[in-house]
Each structure stands twice: as structure tokens, then as C-alpha cells.
């Protein structure tokens, strides 16, 4: 299976803006439909971004929208979240995310099939 390497994670004051970035290797020629999850302490991990295999779709939560921004390149099999106007609320960990199999805009826990490792992002208020 794939193996997903986050980075870019850290803290920065409210209203700053914050850059992840995600790369899958391990399985040449396979391209995956990617995105980003997260968890705050004490609560369920959720979604916050997908992009399709072909980068020409992407989702987001409703709580990023006009925030977040997600891309992708797809030579790399990477995929990037820019965050902007970043809020003590954003404060979890970022997990990146890959999916194979499931339907192109279904973005659930039970929809992934490959995780990162999480990255820490703390906005300070």
C-alpha cells in the first residue's frame, strides 16, 4: 500500500496563513483521489478537503470554504492544503488522506483507504 508523507504543520498566530503538503509513494502508476482530515482533541476526526485523481474537482468542508484551498500535482501523486484566515477552531491534527475505490465526492471515514501519519497545526489566538 502507499505510503503518505505529510509535512508543513506548526503554529502560527489567528488570521496567519499555513501551507501542508503530502506526497504518496510506494505504488508507481497508481493515482489517487487525495485529501485532508482532521482531529481536534476530544473530538472526531473530520473532513476538510478532497481533490479528485485528475485535480479537476475538488470538496471542501463547510467550515474551510473561502479559506482552504487544495491542489494537486499530479506527476508527484502530491497534494497541498493552503490555509488562510487560520482561526483557533483549526487547531487538530492534519491527516492526508488517499482513496481508490469510493465514489469520486464521498469524503468520509469510510470512504479513505490510506492515511498519513497526522501533522500538528495550533493557531494561536
Known amino acids: 500500500q502507499p505510503q503518505l508523507a505529510e509535512s508543513g504543520g506548526g503554529l502560527v498566530q489567528a488570521g496567519g496563513s499555513l501551507r501542508l503538503s503530502c506526497a504518496a509513494s510506494g505504488r508507481p502508476g497508481t493515482t489517487y483521489a487525495m485529501g485532508w482530515f482532521r482531529q481536534a482533541p476530544g473530538k472526531l476526526r473530520e473532513f476538510v478537503a478532497g481533490i479528485s485523481w485528475s485535480g479537476d474537482r475538488t470538496y471542501y468542508a463547510d467550515s474551510v470554504k473561502g479559506r482552504f484551498t487544495i491542489s494537486r500535482v499530479n506527476a508527484m501523486n502530491a497534494v497541498s492544503l493552503q490555509m488562510a484566515r487560520l482561526k483557533p477552531d483549526d487547531t487538530a491534527v492534519y491527516y492526508c488522506?488517499?482513496?481508490?475505490?469510493?465514489?469520486?465526492?464521498?469524503?468520509?471515514?469510510?470512504?479513505?483507504?490510506?492515511w498519513g501519519q497526522g501533522t500538528q497545526v495550533t493557531i494561536s489566538s
Open positions: 488522506a488517499a482513496k481508490e475505490f469510493s465514489p469520486p465526492g464521498q469524503w468520509n471515514l469510510a470512504s479513505i483507504d490510506y
